[in-house]
């Protein structure tokens, strides 16, 4: 390391946490397993749990709900493809935005939930169950319906984590599946892979990597392909789309191509403005414009009814610490509820028990998924995290 990387290690680092942020690092070098498992240092802690973020699926809720709104299947598929682009910078970039730099969400603890609602008059209440239903590894659930439009999704993700020089590699484990009940119609979505780079200065920051697949029972697929600064366009957070229709798979790869042809291409910033081109007319409109598109508040309850499961209430004095950067009282706070936990789970081991899920069941895949899944060229899980809808409705918590 030069002299002056020496000097510009940790430069956004707190000077009473440059000695933890270090011992981070050094932690996350050595680590030859599941990077879960290392405590991060305070200052660079979220005060939201990783169960909150499922709500980034439908913080736009009319955009949530159009494609249950469109007749014609190949607008649909490209509705789902608009929709799932502007979830993207709720989830992976709404932090730096704010806070200057990506923040290290709190590790939910098993049988952690996290519920609300989006309401209005003309959509409707849309609605959001999400759950810690595993934890070694960890893994969340989650489900989000409208049923005045009859439309649900509902998936499951974990992430597995590996350290490259100064990089964190992401993989992302699970899936999300949207489906339209008007027209029957199924559409999976499989999940980015990350990188967290700007880890040696103290200030690290998220960048989508690899593809993704859109498949859906209709025959449309999208391909979603995510670069960084330099690739596409040179600007970061870039990505290009191509929507096509899927065709009978002939013998000759000639005619296989000409039966799948690209209907659409989109092109752009998932963090900022992208455009479509209607490859027939080579026409190109705008396509979605993420600043111009305030994410919309998701409504939960207050803190004193929300049970002591819930995020928001788990979570609470953890997080008046980070608002007031008091190391000392999130230190002490997170500690008593990973300490409660451990001793439950030890306690179960000893009694022969096993955690009893709220909302979610662990399934066999079902066939709508696998074939969907391997059409996409997906890994398909044998068994799936699966919720259940009645179970919630007739549960306390569902009273939003």
Known sequence: MSKQDKQEAG????????????????????????????????????????????????????LFIAPAKEADAEKRAVAVLRWFIATLRGQYTSRNEKLGSEKKPLNPFLGEIFCGKWESEEIGKTVLVSEQVSHHPPVTAYSIYNDKFGIELQGYNGQKASISTATINVRQLGHAILYIREYDEYHFISLPALH????????????????????????YRSIVDFSGKGYFSGKKNTFKAKLFKEGKKPKKQAAAEAASKVLYTVTGQWSDKSSIREEATKKETPFWEALEHPREQLIVKPLDEQAEYESRRAWSKVAEGVEVIDYEKIHIEKSKIENEQRALRKLEKEQGRVWVRRYFRYVEADEVYLALARRSGVPADETVWRFEKDTWEASKDSAL
Do not use: N, R
Request: net charge negative; glycine share 6%.
């Open 196 to 219: 967290i780079e700007g880890l040696f200065y103290g200030a690290p920051y998220v960048e989508l990597e690899q593809s993704i697949t859109i498949e859906s029972t209709s025959g």
């Open 11 to 62: 430069s956004a680092v707190p000077a009473q946490q440059k000695g933890p942020w270090m011992t981070f690092l050094k932690s996350l070098a050595s680590c030859k397993g599941d990077l879960s498992s290392i405590t991060a240092p305070p200052f660079i802690l979220s005060a939201t749990s990783l169960t909150e973020y499922s709500q980034f699926w439908a913080e736009h809720p009319s």
